[in-house]
């Protein structure tokens, strides 16, 4: 089993033309709701390619978490380990959507309730775990006591670092696998890429968006190309990648192999619309990866 630990939101997503500038009110052109919060998507991502995957999380008891713990169970993610609080609302996000690009603002709720002491009593889960994937949604304090369970006992540990302002310099000897995109690695490591890679071989693995990925294999550069397509919504391409990459690397592929299924995941997902809506199957994931073989 794949453990998931991360956050649990509602997307409340508002598409324009034109993002409003300070002091500006637009018009937008539609609004929906969506499942979202990075941890839940990751899990969901895992989830549809087939694997067991389980839930580390808090929800509020409104309606917003209801809908939300019954679309998991759904998605076949097992969630015996969401913390329920019934005096704090479920994490929200608000995205902006416009021009095929996002903006993205996060209420936590009570995915700040997921303390170190929540995860020591579902400790024995994450032990159990094939391998860890865990992003920075909720408080840092979590997240290092995660890490640390996990490099106790050898259980691999993918850290997508986004929000990268919740990033905090002693997770990386910690993690098995850190993977931020551009903007993040520049965020955490400086303006040189490459000397970062070169840094952390095997470990560093930076997303490009519908370019690919890179990483550095301790003797080169490895660029593994994207997947070109007309994108509709990229609000869950991030999320998709690590959930397919973390399922590759518990299927036993090597790190470049895992790398590219997780592009061919992620460039499924931006032709639909929501996080979750366009995550894919694995028969759809093998398919486009034939399709560009052949």
Do not use: W
């Not at 094939?130 to 995660?146: G, H, S």
């Not at 993690?175 to 551009?182: G, I, R, V």
């Amino acid at each position: 089993m794949i453990t998931v630990v991360g956050s649990i939101n509602m997307d409340l997503v508002v598409e324009t033309n034109h993002v409003p500038g300070k002091g500006e009110t637009k018009l937008g052109t539609s609004f929906s709701t969506h499942f979202g919060g990075k941890g839940a998507n990751q899990a969901v991502a895992i989830a549809r390619l087939g694997k067991e995957t389980g839930m580390i999380g808090a929800c509020g008891t409104d309606s917003y978490g209801e809908k939300a713990l019954k679309s998991l169970k759904q998605e076949n993610v097992n969630t015996e380990n969401v913390f329920l609080f019934p005096n704090e609302t479920t994490g929200i996000a608000t995205i902006i959507v416009s021009e095929a690009d996002n903006r993205i603002i996060v209420v936590p709720g009570a995915n700040n309730l997921l303390t170190s002491g929540e995860i020591e009593r579902v400790k024995q889960q994450i032990i159990g775990s094939e391998i860890v994937v865990i992003q920075l949604e909720i408080p840092a304090e979590t997240v290092q006591t995660v890490l640390k369970i996990c490099k106790e006992h050898d259980v691999p540990v993918v850290l997508n670092p986004a929000p990268v302002d919740n990033f905090k310099e002693k997770f990386i000897d910690l993690a098995t696998y850190l993977t931020p995109n551009e903007s993040e690695c520049i965020s955490i490591f400086g303006e040189n890429m490459e000397q970062s890679l070169e840094r952390y071989p095997n470990k560093l693995i930076v997303t490009l968006g519908d370019q690919g990925a890179r990483y550095y294999d301790g003797e080169k550069h490895i660029f593994v190309e994207g997947f070109r397509v007309e994108p509709v919504d990229t609000t869950g391409a991030g999320d998709t990648f690590n959930g397919s990459f973390a399922y590759g690397l518990a299927e036993g592929m090597g790190i470049e192999e895992a790398v590219r299924f997780a592009n061919a995941s992620a460039s499924i997902s931006v032709e639909k619309q929501g996080a979750q809506g366009g995550m894919p199957a694995l028969g759809e994931v093998l398919l486009r990866l034939s399709d560009v073989d052949a």
